[in-house]
């Protein structure tokens, strides 16, 4: 895995971008389709990742808020 990740970093940005300009050798059309594709399925993510770091911050500021009793149980102050 500590090799892994680093040829995987570097390789799948590489394969897309030689991807479309092979496509774009092809037939140029065909380039700007995938290029829409790549950018929506990455805004895609995008937004699944704010949206997963921004449910995590608020459970965080929910557990924080929650009083805790003499026992230290937070369920039941």
Same mark, same amino acid.
């Not at 390789?11 to 140029?28: C, D, M």
């Not at 937004?47 to 805790?68: C, I, K, N, S």
């Given at each position: 895995?500590?090799?892994a990740?680093?040829?995987?970093?570097? $390789?799948? &940005? #590489?394969?897309?971008i030689? $991807?479309v300009?092979e496509?774009?050798?092809?037939? &140029? #059309?065909?380039?700007v389709?995938?290029?829409? *594709?790549v950018?929506?399925? $990455?805004?895609?993510?995008? *937004?699944? #990742?704010?949206?997963?770091?921004?449910?995590?911050?608020?459970?965080r500021?929910?557990?924080r808020?929650? &009083?805790?009793?003499?026992? $230290?149980?937070?369920?039941?102050?």
């Amino acid at each position: 895995m500590k090799t892994a990740k680093p040829i995987l970093f570097i $390789g799948t &940005p #590489v394969g897309v971008i030689w $991807g479309v300009v092979e496509a774009y050798r092809f037939h &140029p #059309v065909l380039a700007v389709l995938m290029a829409l *594709m790549v950018s929506v399925v $990455g805004a895609f993510t995008a *937004m699944t #990742v704010l949206v997963a770091r921004r449910e995590r911050l608020a459970e965080r500021e929910r557990a924080r808020a929650v &009083p805790v009793n003499e026992a $230290g149980d937070r369920r039941h102050a």
